[in-house]
């Protein structure tokens, strides 16, 4: 997670920080505050499921071979990944109760993986770096 918040980082920052900055200079306006929060949603909402929907891996689950599927082991659906993403705010941010769910779950899934039918697994045959 942490080499995933390191990349979010840069994504917010070309996708949220610099328009913003722009905008505030050029017109000296700035957003209020929730829409501002819709924004960061929304875009790393874009970030995760363009990444989800073409391999099923972010840039940081391809280092640590990971990929997320739906429960039958086929890609994630349009609608199951905004579950997924949807569901993952209140997982990470209740004190990251959803992702302690790993530690009781049968098979070691976090909370929202649970609850939006999603998995993710580890891709074997591939040699480990």
């Not at 979010?8 to 501002?36: N, R, S």
């Amino acid at each position: 997670m942490l080499y995933e918040t390191l990349l979010l980082l840069g994504v917010l920052a070309l996708t949220f920080m610099v328009p913003l900055l722009i905008l505030g200079i050029g017109t000296g306006y700035t957003p209020p505050g929730e829409l501002l929060w819709v924004h960061v949603f929304v875009v790393l909402g874009m970030y995760f499921l363009w990444y989800w929907r073409r391999g099923g891996q972010t840039l940081a689950m391809q280092t640590w071979k990971l990929r997320i599927v739906d429960t039958a082991g086929n890609p994630v659906s349009l609608g199951r990944g905004w579950t997924r993403y949807a569901l993952a705010w209140p997982s990470v941010l209740f004190f990251g109760m959803g992702l302690w769910w790993a530690l009781i779950d049968r098979d070691r899934q976090f909370l929202h993986d649970r609850l939006a039918g999603t998995r993710i697994v580890l891709l074997s045959g591939q040699p480990t770096a």
